[in-house]
């Protein structure tokens, strides 16, 4: 089944608390009969307008084509935590890469939070970024192991916001008795994501692109000129950019075989008032451990917006909020009697390396996808990185491209079960805390 139908439908945004709190754009027109440009992009979140703001701002023809609107995929449904650095450790990656590769991707991410946060300073200061995200450790083992990469980041990069916390560190900051240990890392932040990817549509806009909606992409004819095929138009263009992620149909299967779509989910309480600080006595995001992860912080009317509960399966559960409500009081007890007044859920783009998937596809079709829960930062330097390819300079997007993102096994059909099967085996020893 396409992925971009099978939780939606068309063009119409998730039920979440973002869409609830953010003032939503006018429709954008549907592309109907032929155009042309320098470059197509497929995909209006955070990589696609990314790439077409610098594209335009290059001074090239810029269009971008959505199946639904603007913000519609991850980029408008996630846990707003921007990151510092990948999903995986810099000093593995330093091991596995060598300590200058490594040193060119610490850079390119530390650039990725530099300019989400000069947007948000500038341009978007609706997104609302605030700083901090805490890192928790839900088994006593874990701990150094953390410490130890805190280290690394300190000595290796000076990355100095960054401080480790002992047992007593982390329940001073969050308000269970679930963790042992952590870091806070200050040069991290959180954003209000929608409305971040509607401000990033209008920069785009602003510096030319132009942006259908309603406008899926079922089939590219290669060639010098490229033609994009919509149920009512077709692109005709010199370069293409494939950014619909998680949620792109095997359309192009190079792109396919790397990333397997993985559903998260997250609920939003009722505003908590002044029970919000018996959760976290500071406004910062955290992320734990756990295989299973939980992911969560406080909205800017003091909802806990509580993420977590990965998922395999195509399809949505019926009933999202349940299972969150049970992880989240099981933290939480304080929470038990709190309602919950928004669950929804979105589809992610995960690797097998847990590294992002850059990629030239054909001479002149280049992709970028499977930032692999790391992508609220990463998605805006990945755009920035095939502005420049597609411009001629490929340096940045090669050191990118370096990860050599390996296919899954089992190739398109069978990645899915098998991944699956193994997710529930790690589920379980989280459970039984082994
Ligand atoms: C619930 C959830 C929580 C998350 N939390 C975090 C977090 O806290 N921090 C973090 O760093 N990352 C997080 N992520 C991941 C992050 O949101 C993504 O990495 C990022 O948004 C990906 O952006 P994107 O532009 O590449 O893809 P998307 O935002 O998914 O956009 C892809 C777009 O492509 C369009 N599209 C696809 N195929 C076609 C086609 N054939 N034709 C036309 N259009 C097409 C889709 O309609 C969609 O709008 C989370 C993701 C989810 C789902």
Redesign the pocket.
């Known amino acids: 089944m396409n992925?971009?139908y099978r939780n939606d439908r068309q063009g119409v945004l998730p039920d979440s608390w973002y869409v609830a709190s953010t003032d939503i754009p006018a429709d954008r027109p549907t592309l109907q009969g032929e155009v042309t440009a320098d470059v197509c992009i497929?995909?209006?979140?955070?990589?696609?307008?990314?790439a077409a703001r610098h594209l335009a701002s290059k001074g090239l023809d810029v269009v971008v084509?959505?199946?639904?609107?603007?913000?519609?995929?991850?980029?408008?449904?996630?846990?707003?935590?921007?990151?510092s650095g990948y999903n995986v450790p810099m000093r593995k990656l330093a091991e596995t890469y060598g300590a200058d590769h490594a040193r060119r991707l610490w850079d390119l991410a530390e650039e990725a939070k530099d300019d989400l946060r000069g947007l948000c300073q500038t341009a978007i200061p609706e997104a609302q970024y605030k700083p901090g995200i805490a890192e928790a450790a839900a088994k006593p083992g874990e701990v150094d192991g953390m410490h130890r990469d805190v280290e690394f980041l300190q000595q290796a990069y000076g990355h100095d916001t960054v401080h480790t916390l002992d047992r007593a560190g982390i329940n001073d900051l969050i308000k269970t008795d679930s963790y042992f240990g952590g870091h806070l890392d200050l040069g991290a932040g959180?954003i209000h994501?929608l409305r971040y990817?509607f401000g990033l549509a209008h920069l785009a806009e602003k510096t030319g692109a132009r942006i259908y909606e309603r406008?899926?992409?079922?089939h590219i004819a290669h060639g010098a000129t490229a033609v994009l095929c919509?149920s009512q138009g077709r692109i005709k263009a010199q370069h293409v950019i494939l950014?619909?992620?998680?949620?792109?149909?095997n359309?192009e299967r190079k792109v396919s075989a790397k990333i397997l779509p993985v559903?998260?989910?997250?609920a939003a309480t009722e505003p908590l008032g002044e029970l919000a600080a018996e959760i976290l006595s500071q406004d910062i995001?955290v992320?734990d451990s756990k295989f299973v992860l939980n992911?969560y912080r406080l909205s800017e009317d003091k909802r806990l917006l509580f993420?977590g509960r990965p998922s395999y399966q195509i399809a949505f559960p019926t009933d999202i909020s349940t299972t969150l409500r049970q992880r989240m009081t099981r933290m939480f007890p304080q929470l038990g009697d709190v309602r919950v007044d928004y669950a929804?859920?979105?589809?992610?783009?995960i690797t097998a390396n847990k590294l992002p998937a850059i990629q030239q596809v054909a001479p002149n079709v280049i992709s970028?996808?499977g930032?692999?829960?790391?992508?609220?930062?990463?998605?805006g330097l990945?755009?920035k990185v095939l502005a420049e390819a597609v411009a001629g300079q490929a340096g940045r997007f090669d050191t990118l491209a370096d990860l050599k993102t390996p296919n899954f096994p089992g190739g398109v059909a069978m990645r899915a079960p098998i991944l699956r099967l193994a997710m529930t085996w790690y589920a379980m020893r989280d459970r039984l805390g082994v």
């Open positions: 992925p971009l497929v995909g209006a979140g955070f990589t696609g307008l990314s084509v959505d199946a639904h609107r603007v913000g519609f995929g991850a980029s408008g449904r996630n846990g707003g935590q921007v990151c959180h994501p990817a406008s899926e992409v079922h919509t950014a619909g992620n998680g949620y792109l149909p359309i559903n998260s989910f997250i995001a992320s992911y993420g929804w859920g979105g589809t992610l783009g970028a996808s930032f692999s829960g790391h992508g609220v930062a990463l998605t990945a755009g």
